[in-house]
């Protein structure tokens, strides 16, 4: 992963007292799942970002990211 992008990872945290332990934006109640979700129903990141004053768009992207790092997994053959 490019150096260029890895510090988005730093907006995810995992607070196990927080939304059952899952990622979430910068220690605020919003969960990662939650934006991926907005994306995939057709969402505008210009959208959630009016109605989440809070989110930043560096937020979006990290979701992003941090979904593309938890997917990327080698695949063993059997």
Do not use: W
């Not at 959630?48 to 063993?76: G, H, M, N, Q, T």
Request: net charge negative.
């Amino acid at each position: 992963m490019p150096a260029s992008v890895a510090y988005l990872l730093d907006r995810i945290t995992v607070n196990p007292r927080q939304c059952g332990d899952r990622p979430c934006i910068r220690g605020m109640r919003i969960r990662v799942i939650d934006i991926l979700q907005l994306l995939a129903a057709g969402e505008q990141f210009f959208e959630f970002l009016e109605e989440l004053p809070d989110l930043e768009l560096d937020d979006i992207k990290a979701s992003l990211l941090y979904a593309v790092c938890k997917l990327d997994r080698p695949v063993l053959a059997s």
